[in-house]
C-alpha cells in the first residue's frame, strides 16, 4: 500500500540547516509527485515545495532562497534542506503525494522540528 | 500568489446538525479547490477534490460545491467523529496555498 514517512533530526539550533528525508513505498517517484507542507504548532498549513515525477521543482516563493528539494529515486526517497532556521520554523513538517489533476492524497505522519537555542 | 479566506475560524455544532464552511479565493481559480480534515495530531486527510469529487472512502454526509472564487464545504447530519479542523486548499497556481482553517467543535 501507498506510505510515505518522514525522518529527521529533531532539534535544530537557529541558523542551522533542516535536512528532512521522506522515504516512500507502495508507489514510483518517476509517476507520482511529492511535496512539502508545514504546520506551526496549532496553527495552519504552508506548502513549501515540490518535487515532481520528472525531477522538476518548484519552491514557495517566501521559502526559495533557503528551501531546496531533491530526490534519489533508488532509494525511493525525497530529501528537503532548508537553510538559516529560526524560531519560526518550529513545526510539524509533512511530505505528501500528489499526481495529475489529484492534490495530496496520501501524507506521511509527520515529523516534528524544533527550532531552539 | 491566490489567497484564500476561510471562515468561520470556529464552528460549534450539535449532532445531527448541517454546517457549512465557506472559502472565497483572491481570483477565479476554476474548481480547482481541494477540502481536508485534519484531526488532533494527525496529518491531513482529503476529503474532495475538484469542487465536488468525493474521495473514496468519504462519506456522502461532506459535499462540495461553488465556482468562480466562492466555495463551499458542508457536513451534514453532523457526527461525532467529524470533530476535526477542516482546510481549503487552491490548486490551480503556485503556490498552492490553503484557508486558514475552520475547527469544528460539539455542542
Known amino acids: 500500500q501507498v506510505q510515505l514517512k518522514e525522518s529527521g533530526p529533531g532539534p535544530v539550533q537557529p541558523s542551522e540547516t533542516l535536512s528532512l528525508t521522506c522515504t516512500v513505498s507502495g508507489f514510483s517517484l518517476t509517476s507520482y509527485g511529492v511535496n512539502w507542507v508545514r504546520q506551526p504548532p496549532g496553527k495552519g498549513l504552508e506548502w513549501m515545495g515540490r518535487m515532481r515525477y520528472n525531477g522538476d521543482t518548484s519552491y514557495n516563493s517566501a521559502l526559495k532562497s533557503r528551501l531546496s528539494i531533491s530526490r534519489d529515486t533508488s532509494k525511493n526517497q525525497v530529501f528537503l534542506k532548508m537553510n538559516s532556521l529560526q524560531t519560526d520554523d518550529t513545526g510539524t513538517y509533512y511530505c505528501?503525494?500528489?499526481?495529475?489533476?489529484?492534490?495530496?492524497?496520501?501524507w506521511g505522519q509527520g515529523v516534528m522540528v524544533t527550532v531552539s537555542s | 500568489d491566490i489567497q484564500m479566506t476561510q471562515s468561520p475560524p470556529s464552528l460549534s455544532a450539535s449532532l445531527g446538525d448541517k454546517v457549512t464552511i465557506t472559502c472565497q479565493a483572491s481570483?477565479?481559480?476554476?474548481?480547482?479547490i481541494a477540502w481536508y480534515q485534519q484531526k488532533p495530531g494527525k496529518a491531513p486527510r482529503l476529503l474532495i477534490r475538484y469542487t465536488s469529487t468525493l474521495e473514496s472512502g468519504t462519506p456522502s454526509r461532506f459535499s462540495g460545491s461553488g465556482s468562480g472564487r466562492d466555495y463551499s464545504f458542508s457536513i451534514s447530519n453532523v457526527e461525532s467523529e467529524d470533530i476535526a479542523s477542516y482546510y481549503c486548499l487552491q490548486y490551480v497556481n503556485l503556490p498552492l496555498t490553503f484557508g486558514s482553517g475552520t475547527k469544528l467543535e460539539i455542542k
Open positions: 481570483q477565479n481559480i476554476n474548481k480547482y
Open positions: 505528501t503525494r500528489d499526481r495529475f489533476g489529484v492534490p495530496f492524497d496520501y
